[in-house]
């Protein structure tokens, strides 16, 4: 059955509230952004300078230089107002506000009068606009200002930006389509499609829909810009640059997995899905869910990261998940969490919040430093820090964040997910609610019985225990998702053990819920050994270690130099230690041997194997979180410990 009756939830109408996230959107709020601010207005002393804000300010004609930067310089900025006007969701700021008004008074005044937006073509490039579709990122630019201009309008219903944005989309509606005259095309990059679905969701204006619908299908089908120059140049000299690259070599019913860059494809899978809720069409959702199954079957590190090789930021083949040099983009898992949202619209199945909640726990957070103002664009499984400076083969990796980037999509992007995570919690269909997610949280929703609202306390990620308050009218039922980790899974209602019927990994209590009533979940979620498929060559032998969403590594600085040399006895439980460590967590360990360096002549590279005669040592692997790894200074880390 098509679960198509979706209310799409307002994301002002969940607001966070919950020990875990309180503090990561906190900083989000109080540092990241405006931090960023002052990164995209060249105002950050060390951090690579933007030039996004200035860039608008010369097609403005309120300044007068030069366009610096990438060609999409324009969308860091489209997040950045994107994280901002969710910001307001958590703390009204009139300096935030201000800021708000002052970038998009900018946008509107560099507007061409024909409605055209991209800085890079205005200042640099006019003669090429419109005709560099593969390279171009014209529509991807839109498609994150539309993003931004949506939340804008979603959280303060002011619409100034998004009526610069129906501007600018409906040249595109004149530009781009079937006929005469028209570019018959695709975007180079994907991330319009989703962006017009969110428009289309927050108006109900079916030309945002019409104009996705067309690029999601179009894709693939017809010569698009594969006849361009600015694909030809890559694609000469480029294996990987070829059209799986952009998604463009089949169309989308006829892809058997996400092939190419991954961050184009997860967005144009997450917008692709959009379409197919809209349309009803269960051939589009029947390859969304092949797709998928073979994305997180056989392309998805344990950390929801996706895009094993920075050579065209790309997948490559099944099972290739190399961990020191893999891509790993922050953006990417952020695509696959937003993919795998509209999964659930479509068929709510605990499946896809499993590795929704997978991405954003692990590959998603570790985006940010604790002090919020250090990023990772890749996020590696494995790092020893002077292979990593050294190597050509690890280029892209960072063995520590850094304050900004000369291609800087990731920073914006991980902050504005984070002040938008109320929207990744629940999905509606009818009177139905799933909860995909233990976070606390306040939400005001609607049922066919009235308004009601759902009060979530939590102590996930560390315990399995969720209490929702259900105030409000009768009529709503909450289906609860049933992790794949849980253990013991209960539910009880105002203090009662209760029955549930489980239906793809969501329990629905027995009998209707009305005002006051109370329903506690608990689960268990024990320290466990995690191996991979043996086709994955590079993590034979090892296991990985996961409690809950929670996916765990090892770090130089909480154990010795030379990680590797590490090999884990599995016949010892996982212990748990209360540590001191960032705030307080509990740490896990994990019992076995090592080889010490101190034992080998450091001109001695090899030696006759013999029991006993390696420098055995016994000795203890102490992991943390995953994403916490790297806010205490450069050193060797690894999720995956030899076993
Ligand atoms: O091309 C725009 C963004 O920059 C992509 O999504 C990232 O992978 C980076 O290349
Ligand atoms: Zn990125």
Redesign the pocket.
């Given at each position: 059955m098509l679960h198509m009756e979706q209310t799409i939830i307002n994301v002002k109408n969940v607001r966070i509230n919950d020990s875990f996230w309180n503090n990561r959107i906190r900083n989000a709020v109080e540092t990241a952004i405006p931090y960023q601010w002052r990164v995209l207005n060249d105002n950050e002393p060390g951090a690579e300078p933007s030039h996004a804000a200035m860039n608008y300010k010369i097609a403005a004609g309120v300044e007068k230089g030069e366009f610096h930067g990438f060609r999409f310089q324009d969308s860091d900025l489209a997040k950045w107002i994107e994280a901002a006007s969710f910001s307001l969701i958590y703390r009204q700021d009139p300096e935030v506000e201000r800021e708000l008004e002052e970038i998009i008074d900018l946008i509107g005044k560099a507007q061409q009068p024909d409605g055209y937006l991209d800085t890079y073509y205005i200042l640099k490039k006019p003669e090429a606009k419109w005709k560099e579709i593969a390279q171009g990122h014209e529509l991807y630019v839109t498609g994150h200002l539309l993003e931004a201009a949506v939340a804008r309008y979603l959280v303060s219903g002011d619409d100034k930006l998004l009526k610069i944005m129906e501007k600018n989309v409906d040249l595109i509606r004149s530009l781009f389509g079937h006929g005469e005259g028209k570019i018959d095309s695709y975007p180079g990059h994907e991330e319009i499609e989703l962006a017009l679905m969110k428009a289309y969701f927050a108006t109900g204006d079916r030309k945002y829909f019409e104009l996705a619908n067309y690029f999601i299908e179009n894709r693939g089908t017809t010569i698009g810009f594969l006849d361009d120059e600015s694909f030809k140049e890559f694609a000469e000299t480029n294996k990987h640059h070829q059209a799986d690259y952009y998604q463009a070599h089949a169309p989308i019913r006829q892809q058997d997995a996400a092939d190419g860059h991954a961050?184009r494809a997860m967005y144009f899978f997450t917008g692709a899905a959009d379409v197919a809720l809209e349309k009803k069409d269960p051939s589009l959702v029947a390859a969304l869910e092949k797709l998928w199954k073979h994305t997180v079957g056989r392309r998805m590190y344990l950390t929801g990261g996706v895009g094993s090789q920075g050579v065209g930021e790309r997948f490559t083949i099944d099972y290739d998940l190399p961990n020191d040099v893999c891509y790993t983009?922050?953006?990417a898992a952020i695509g696959l969490a937003m993919w795998s949202l509209r999964m659930l619209r479509l068929s709510p199945e605990a499946k896809y919040a499993d590795v929704m909640e997978r991405a954003l726990y692990n590959n998603v957070i570790s985006g940010v430093s604790q002090d919020g103002q250090h990023y990772f664009?890749v996020n590696p499984l494995a790092v020893k820090p002077d292979v990593a400076h050294y190597r050509a083969d690890h280029a892209s990796v960072e063995p520590s964040r850094v304050k900004w980037f000369g291609c800087a999509?990731?920073p914006p992007?991980v902050v504005r997910t984070l002040c938008g995570l109320g929207g990744y919690v629940y999905t509606q269909e009818g009177d139905d609610v799933y909860q995909h997610l233990y976070i606390g949280n306040e939400a005001s929703l609607s049922c066919s019985g009235g308004p009601f609202s759902l009060t979530c306390e939590s102590e996930m990620p560390w315990e399995g225990a969720a209490r929702i308050t259900y105030r409000g009218a009768a009529g709503a039922r909450l289906h609860l998702r049933v992790p794949s980790y849980a253990k013991n899974f209960t539910v009880k209602k105002n203090g009662q053990p209760v029955c549930c019927t489980v239906t793809n990994g969501y329990a629905l209590p027995e009998g209707a819920l009305s005002d006051g009533d109370t329903l506690e979940v608990s689960f268990e979620m024990d320290a466990h050994f995690v191996a991979a498929n043996p086709r994955v060559t590079e993590d034979c032998g090892k296991v990985a270690v996961q409690r809950g969403p929670l996916v765990y590594c090892a770090e130089q600085v909480d154990n010795f130099e030379y990680l590797n040399s590490f090999r884990a006895d599995l016949k010892y439980p996982i212990g748990m230690e209360q540590s001191e460590l960032f705030g307080g967590i509990r740490v896990l360990t994990v019992t076995g041997m090592r080889s010490d360096a101190a034992a080998w002549d450091a001109d001695e590279l090899y030696r006759d194997y013999a029991p006993g005669s390696m420098g055995e040592t016994p000795a203890t692997l102490r992991m943390v979180p995953y994403f916490l790894w790297n806010n205490r200074g450069e050193g060797e880390m690894t999720v995956w410990i030899n076993a």
């Open positions: 961050v983009e922050t953006c664009y999509c990731c992007n």
